[in-house]
């Protein structure tokens, strides 16, 4: 039986009745037909059928985003993480672990749902359940394989908080600066006189929307400038975020919001960049190479070699699994401190729930959490961190049941109404591996 989760009201007062209708119905297509959101022939052939080429211009837009998304470094030009030169670390399989995919839970829509089920309506490519550093589940679909390198997007963001938070630690950059005082370029925009701890924690003021449908809304300007998709003409003279950055604008007061920006993350890795003199990449990559990873990480970079950082790595989802059981030891690996101590008790103690609640559009999706160092942290009957990226990016991590979980997708949009349920769906593993 579902463990009772008691926000599911307020979700459902959210969202409409046509959209609760529409995740009802595509989970009733998948009962029928398991494969029905599978990819159609893309990329296939000496060359390819036009209507089969994936490209610069269609690689997020469906059905070609199924294919890109694990094969990212094919679309656009990619900053290496290095994988260092240790041996793959072991993942060790659980001997008769608890069938996860049997697992079922109350959808946001009324109806009642198995992990089997969500992961094939919500277009999963791939899925990892860790309890005790052990693999409960590893699974693979629409033709991922282990070795595949699947973008992440707003997942990126919250790598970036854990390396801003080290920076910190390490004394290299305060959480009082103001980020104009590191850096000069953004004199005159939203984030002049913007704290660095505003910075990490979206508590920015600034005119920005993220309407990720709308050609002309910041976040796909920003789009454009980081070399995501090819910009209109009107756009082309930002050749770079270097150049985009400082065109925000400032609305409001900093502090006491939280105003999710990606163009905020950028700022965030500018910050930690100028201050230290080493791109996030490199940051991220000595932290990686002590893993046993198996792959190298991948930035997308910007039209002038920056790696874009609030949206734009990718990585096996095995190698992220390491990456999320590191932090949930604290930062340790085998007895050796890899991130500051510290560092992920930082980021875990989250914020004030409240001040994340009146920004509706977030907490209906996420009741009771709130933000901190770029992380999603619940503090309500356990203690999680979770991490989020556009069309169905995961990473969760619950403390107390020592369970890890990373999900890679390539939904059709952006932001579905069936991506309420799947926090919802981690809760319940969490809760019936609790039993």
């Given at each position: 039986?579902?463990?009772?989760?008691?926000?599911?009201?307020?979700?459902?007062?959210?969202?409409?009745?046509?959209?609760?209708?529409?995740?009802?119905?595509?989970?009733?297509?998948?009962?029928?037909?398991?494969?029905?959101?599978?990819?159609?022939?893309?990329?296939?052939?000496?060359?390819?059928?036009?209507?089969?080429?994936?490209?610069?211009?269609?690689?997020?837009?469906?059905?070609?985003?199924?294919?890109?998304?694990?094969?990212?470094?094919?679309?656009?030009?990619?900053?290496?993480?290095?994988?260092?030169?240790?041996?793959?670390?072991?993942?060790?399989?659980?001997?008769?672990?608890?069938?996860?995919?049997?697992?079922?839970?109350?959808?946001?829509?009324?109806?009642?749902?198995?992990?089997?089920?969500?992961?094939?309506?919500?277009?999963?490519?791939?899925?990892?359940?860790?309890?005790?550093?052990?693999?409960?589940?590893?699974?693979?679909?629409?033709?991922?394989?282990?070795?595949?390198?699947?973008?992440?997007?707003?997942?990126?963001?919250?790598?970036?908080?854990?390396?801003?938070?080290?920076?910190?630690?390490?004394?290299?950059?305060?959480?009082?600066?103001?980020?104009?005082?590191?850096?000069?370029?953004?004199?005159?925009?939203?984030?002049?006189?913007?704290?660095?701890?505003?910075?990490?924690?979206?508590?920015?003021?600034?005119?920005?929307?993220?309407?990720?449908?709308?050609?002309?809304?910041?976040?796909?300007?920003?789009?454009?400038?980081?070399?995501?998709?090819?910009?209109?003409?009107?756009?082309?003279?930002?050749?770079?975020?270097?150049?985009?950055?400082?065109?925000?604008?400032?609305?409001?007061?900093?502090?006491?919001?939280?105003?999710?920006?990606?163009?905020?993350?950028?700022?965030?890795?500018?910050?930690?960049?100028?201050?230290?003199?080493?791109?996030?990449?490199?940051?991220?990559?000595?932290?990686?190479?002590?893993?046993g990873c198996e792959q190298d990480g991948l930035f997308i970079a910007d039209p002038k070699g920056r790696n874009v950082t609030g949206a734009g790595s990718?990585?096996?989802?095995?190698?992220?699994?390491?990456?999320?059981?590191?932090?949930?030891?604290?930062?340790?690996?085998?007895?050796?401190?890899?991130?500051?101590?510290?560092?992920?008790?930082?980021?875990?103690?989250?914020?004030?729930?409240?001040?994340?609640?009146?920004?509706?559009?977030?907490?209906?999706?996420l009741p009771d959490f709130s933000y901190r160092s770029q992380w999603y942290v619940l503090n309500k009957d356990t203690q999680a961190m979770m991490a989020?990226?556009?069309?169905?990016?995961?990473?969760?991590?619950?403390?107390?049941?020592?369970?890890?979980?990373?999900?890679?997708?390539?939904?059709?949009?952006?932001?579905?109404?069936?991506?309420?349920?799947?926090?919802?769906?981690?809760?319940?593993?969490?809760?019936?591996?609790?039993?």
């Amino acid at each position: 039986m579902p463990h009772p989760l008691s926000h599911l009201p307020v979700q459902r007062d959210y969202l409409s009745a046509e959209e609760l209708a529409d995740i009802s119905a595509t989970y009733a297509q998948v009962r029928t037909n398991p494969a029905c959101f599978d990819t159609p022939e893309l990329m296939q052939g000496f060359p390819p059928a036009p209507e089969q080429i994936v490209n610069w211009g269609n690689w997020m837009t469906p059905p070609f985003n199924r294919w890109a998304y694990p094969n990212i470094e094919r679309i656009r030009p990619m900053v290496p993480v290095r994988r260092g030169k240790l041996p793959p670390s072991a993942l060790p399989i659980k001997a008769d672990a608890q069938n996860i995919n049997t697992i079922r839970f109350d959808s946001v829509c009324g109806d009642e749902v198995s992990v089997a089920e969500h992961l094939a309506a919500s277009r999963c490519d791939s899925f990892i359940v860790l309890q005790r550093g052990e693999v409960l589940l590893e699974s693979y679909f629409n033709g991922q394989q282990p070795e595949d390198r699947h973008i992440m997007f707003s997942v990126t963001k919250s790598l970036i908080g854990v390396i801003a938070e080290q920076v910190i630690a390490e004394g290299k950059m305060k959480e009082d600066t103001l980020a104009g005082d590191i850096i000069p370029e953004l004199a005159g925009s939203a984030y002049a006189d913007a704290t660095v701890r505003e910075v990490m924690d979206m508590a920015v003021g600034i005119s920005y929307t993220e309407k990720y449908d709308d050609p002309d809304s910041e976040s796909s300007i920003f789009g454009y400038a980081c070399g995501f998709l090819p910009a209109p003409e009107q756009y082309r003279h930002l050749a770079s975020l270097y150049d985009f950055l400082p065109t925000l604008k400032k609305r409001g007061e900093h502090g006491g919001l939280f105003h999710y920006v990606t163009a905020t993350t950028e700022v965030l890795a500018w910050l930690v960049e100028r201050s230290t003199n080493i791109s996030c990449a490199e940051h991220l990559g000595k932290v990686f190479a002590e893993l046993g990873c198996e792959q190298d990480g991948l930035f997308i970079a910007d039209p002038k070699g920056r790696n874009v950082t609030g949206a734009g790595s990718a990585w096996t989802l095995r190698d992220l699994a390491r990456f999320a059981q590191l932090l949930l030891n604290k930062g340790k690996l085998d007895g050796k401190q890899l991130l500051a101590d510290g560092v992920v008790d930082a980021i875990a103690q989250g914020a004030d729930p409240a001040i994340y609640a009146a920004n509706t559009d977030f907490s209906a999706w996420l009741p009771d959490f709130s933000y901190r160092s770029q992380w999603y942290v619940l503090n309500k009957d356990t203690q999680a961190m979770m991490a989020c990226g556009i069309c169905g990016q995961y990473i969760y991590i619950d403390f107390p049941s020592q369970v890890v979980i990373v999900r890679q997708a390539s939904l059709p949009e952006a932001t579905p109404a069936l991506d309420f349920d799947t926090p919802n769906m981690f809760r319940q593993i969490v809760a019936t591996l609790n039993k």
